[in-house]
Each structure stands twice: as C-alpha cells, then as structure tokens.
DNA sequence: TACACGATTTACT
DNA sequence: GTAAATCGTGTAT
C-alpha cells in the first residue's frame, strides 16, 4: 500500500539533467487519487523534453503560451495537455522555474487499483495494453487538465521510490512522433525499463 | 476569424 | 498495413 513516508520530494525534480532524471525515474511507482480513486503503477517508459533548444519541445525557441506557460514552473509540477481531439498527456516538469524542461510518462505497469484502470480503460483485454501509452496512462490514471499545474507533493498525483535494480535493464532510443523537430527527432531521449509486465506499443525490441 | 496540424489510439481493409 | 476520430492550440490573415 502507499507508504506517504517514501513519497518523492519535489526537489528531487529541480535536477537540471532532464536526461539522467528521465532515467531515473524509471523503476519509481506513480500515484493518482482522482474522483476518490486510488490508482498506481510502476513507470517503466519516458521520454525527455530538454528545454528551449529542442525543437520537439512545446517550448522550443522559449515558446510561451497560455499552453506551454505550466513548462516554465519549477521542477515537481504536473504539465498535463490535450491533442489530436481526444488524449491527455501527463509530463513532469523538471529543473527551475523559467527553463521549461519537461519528462513526458509514456507507460506504466498498473500495481494499485487495476480493477479502476481497467474499468477506465473500457475492459481492454489485452493486459500488457492497458498503459503502454502516454494517453493510456492518463486514461488508465484518470488523468485530465484538471490535474494541469498541480504541484506532485500532494494528495492527488505523486511519486515513490521503488525497489527495482533499473541499472541494466535500460532502453534508449528515439522518441515517438516528433518527425516535425527534424535532426532534434533522432536524439536518444527515450527510456525503457525491461519489465515481465511491459510491452512497449512503439519498440520492436521489447 | 481562418486554417493546418498534433509528444495518439483504435478499428478496419 | 492504413485511416478515421476529433478539437484545442499556434500562427497567419
């Protein structure tokens, strides 16, 4: 069960290296209590979006908008949006206020209130399908905008430290779906736990 | 105001 | 494998 001693500060997330924290967050266990829900699982896929300089990011030149103005709140805030009409993506902000670096979750192992997730996920059959995708997780985590810009220290999303040696069992590679950031779109900013219960939708490999 | 498109998922040919 | 779903956002007019 959830231990609230062992929940991840948000100084932990003001770490400038999005890229070793994107890492590392591999193997942590996420939490949302949403509609009086308690649903979590274990993050087993991110990917990593390096600030003003990358041109997959939302803030790439120091884009600035009504959208992307949550990318440039300190490290530890939730950066949720809406795209293609229908999917929420949940990110991690990291690093300090004004340098919009963001870690978006793209797949989880579900651990805590399966039987939730699969209700919000329509009764998907397939198991390993029920979050290995960004708007799956959201989906499967009841995730919306109305968990945008909340700090992940509180009651309503947050993480925890797990207990898995990650070390060995990483996967980098491309992200998915940034062909528009042109040579930025081959960068290695992609992390994949190797885990029994986790297929990744978008990798061959695994 | 108008338009093109998206850090995706799902169903179907 | 391909395409539809579906609308907020960003940028141009």
């Known amino acids: ?26 193997g942590k266990s996420i939490f949302t209590v949403i509609d009086g829900k ?7 896929e991110t990917e990593a979006y390096a600030g003003i300089i990358d041109k997959a990011s939302h803030a790439y030149g120091g884009r600035r908008t009504k959208r992307t103005e949550t990318m440039y709140k300190p490290g530890g805030y ?26 978006l979750i793209r797949g989880i192992v579900p651990t805590e209130g399966l039987d939730i997730q699969l209700e919000r996920r329509n009764y998907i059959k397939n198991k390993f399908h029920i979050a290995n995708g960004p708007a799956k997780v959201c989906q499967a985590l009841g995730i919306t905008l109305e968990q945008n810009n909340i700090p992940l220290s509180g009651d309503v999303i947050w993480l925890q430290n797990g207990e898995l040696n990650t070390e060995k069992n990483i996967i980098t590679c491309p992200r998915v779906g940034v062909d528009y950031a042109g040579e930025d779109a081959l960068l290695p900013y992609r992390f994949i736990l190797s885990h029994p219960d986790y297929k990744s939708a978008k990798n061959p490999l695994i």
Do not use: C, W
């Open 1 to 26: 069960m959830t231990d609230i001693s062992n929940k991840i500060p948000l100084s932990f997330f003001e770490d400038k290296d999005v890229l070793a924290l994107a890492r590392s967050l591999l």
């Open 38 to 44: 308690l649903t979590g699982g274990i993050i087993t």
């Open 78 to 103: 939730s950066y949720v949006y809406f795209t293609y009409g229908m999917h929420h993506l949940f990110n991690i902000v990291t690093s300090r206020k004004d340098d919009p670096q963001a870690i």
